[in-house]
């Protein structure tokens, strides 16, 4: 059973930035490749970026250049910076082991509660 935490969401303009944070303090999380996926209102959620235990990293395209996934496994905790924020960016945040041969994949499915972004001016 995980019980990922989300939080760091909140109201910006666009071109703003969030740290979004994640942890699960039971998690033997320095065993686990993790992800950070999103859904839109109405939509259905969606891949943003993975980490591997080791620090590689993977990107949406719609993300690409905009976004920093990056882990402190002492911390048992992720992060996600959200920098040039857009309207589009606008969703449910959420966190999730991620299996390690297809970095999109989440590995439960068991979700936590999300972290909620919005993007407007």
């Known amino acids: 059973q995980v019980h990922f935490v989300e939080s760091g969401g909140g109201l910006v303009q666009p071109g703003g930035s969030l740290r979004l944070s994640c942890g699960d303090s039971?998690?033997?999380?320095?065993?686990?490749?993790m992800g950070w996926y999103r859904q839109p209102p109405e939509k259905q959620r969606e891949w943003v970026a993975s980490?591997?235990?080791?620090?590689?990293?993977n990107y949406a395209d719609s993300v690409k250049g905009r976004f920093t996934i990056s882990r402190d496994n002492v911390k048992k905790t992720m992060y996600l910076q959200l920098n040039s924020l857009k309207p589009e960016d606008t969703a449910a945040y959420y966190c999730?082991?991620?299996?390690?041969?297809?970095?999109?994949?989440?590995?439960?499915?068991?979700w936590g509660q999300g972290t909620q972004v919005a993007v407007s001016s």
């Open positions: 039971e998690l033997n999380f320095y065993v686990y490749d």
């Open positions: 999730m082991a991620v299996l390690r041969t297809s970095p999109a994949t989440p590995m439960f499915g068991s």
């Open positions: 980490i591997t235990t080791d620090g590689r990293t």
